[in-house]
Nanobody, 120 residues
């Protein structure tokens, strides 16, 4: 199996910064695109950022210019550096990976989520 474990969430004041990490482990041959999503109470899950295996990135308009996605292909880890946080960024953040498996095939995997709360 493949597991994605997120870390780095917590409580931060408006204007503050957080860096989220998501490490993939298991029967991984390689990982194609990785990304971050978020979901606030009462809202649908929102795509935040995506990064390809080659490092090409895309961002939702709501976070563009404030969030930076990056990855370490050796560690199978994706990061989300968040700055200038506002209360509207409060959500559970989930990482996603498109994984090629050692035994063949390809599948999508999700992390368990990490809570980010932006509040005074």
């Amino acid at each position: 199996q493949v597991q994605l474990v997120e870390s780095g969430g917590g409580l931060v004041q408006p204007g503050g910064s957080l860096r989220l990490s998501c490490a993939a482990s298991g029967s991984i041959f390689s990982i194609n695109a990785m990304g971050w999503y978020r979901q606030a109470p009462g809202k649908e899950r929102e795509w935040v950022a995506r990064i390809t295996s080659g490092g090409n990135t895309n961002y939702a308009d709501s976070v563009k210019g404030r969030f930076t996605i990056s990855r370490d292909n050796v560690k199978n880890t994706v990061y989300l550096q968040m700055i200038s946080l506002t209360p509207e960024d409060t959500a559970v953040y989930y990482c996603h990976a498109d994984v090629k498996l050692h035994f063949g095939g390809q599948s999508d995997y999700w992390g368990q989520g990490t809570q980010v709360t932006v509040s005074s």
